[in-house]
């Protein structure tokens, strides 16, 4: 399946994810997040509130931007101001109801590395740091997790360094969608997305992989979902995550 395809499935499987009335947030270098929020608002959720890093509230861009979540364009047809800093306030008081997040490495329990590859002190791989996620994934109502790859050294049995660790409800990567079972805590499947299968996933998934509690089957992508996404995101903001 080509990385259109599969940016689409994620970007849709992430707007339906976000429930009306939600306080919605994503983080840096998130394309998907920000077309899948409006994408909501333009559905189903309505009245659903979109915060930003430039400090926008409810803006609706007419672009976005591959390269950065602070770009001043995310700001346009915003209502009203909302800093950064009053969204990390509001997440520790409880009032944050989404937050989307991505890490290097995600384990069985929704936990995220975004520090190391390798040990802290003499790493493979430097990664970028967690830019605020560990204070969002602990204190935000409802963590949303995506990655644009599937394999084991992304979704792995244990994390080299725990960066971020919380509230984690789904994770959304290119063959499906997990959720955090009730029962013990830890990420079971939820649902496959129509280009993948249960071999597929648990052949590259470093954790156990067995079906949630509430496993679905994922609903096809309507035409009214395509086309809406097509209008908001003409320019194809989306797959440049893929890229």
């Known amino acids: 399946m080509s990385n259109v395809q599969l940016a689409d499935n994620i970007t849709i499987a992430m707007a339906r994810l976000i429930k009306d009335g939600e306080r919605v947030f994503h983080g840096v270098a998130s394309p998907m997040p920000a077309v899948a929020i409006q994408l909501a608002k333009k559905l189903h959720a309505q009245t659903a509130v979109y915060l930003s890093i430039p400090g926008g509230v409810d803006a609706v861009p007419a672009a976005f931007s591959s390269y950065s979540s602070a770009d001043p364009v995310l700001r346009e047809g915003s209502i009203s101001d909302f800093p950064l800093s009053d969204i990390f306030d509001l997440s520790a008081r409880g009032g944050l109801d989404v937050a989307f997040l991505s890490g290097a490495q995600i384990d069985g329990y929704g936990r995220m590395n975004l520090s190391a590859i390798g040990t802290y002190d003499q790493p493979k791989v430097r990664l970028p740091g967690g830019a605020g996620s560990a204070a969002l ?40 969608i997990f959720k955090k079972s009730k029962e013990d805590g830890r990420l079971r499947l939820y649902a496959i997305f129509p280009n993948s299968s249960l071999q597929e996933i648990q052949e590259n998934t470093g954790f156990v992989v067995e079906k949630h ?3 679905i089957e994922f609903p096809p992508v309507t035409k009214e979902e395509l086309s809406i996404l097509q209008s908001i995101d003409p320019n194809g903001t989306r797959f440049s995550e893929f890229k």
């Open 137 to 176: 994934l602990p204190t935000a109502k409802r963590g949303i997790l995506w990655k644009t790859n599937h394999d084991k050294r992304s979704l792995v049995e244990k994390l080299d360094i725990v960066t971020a660790a919380g509230n984690t409800e789904f994770v959304i990567t290119p063959l499906g």
């Open 213 to 215: 509690e509430e496993f």
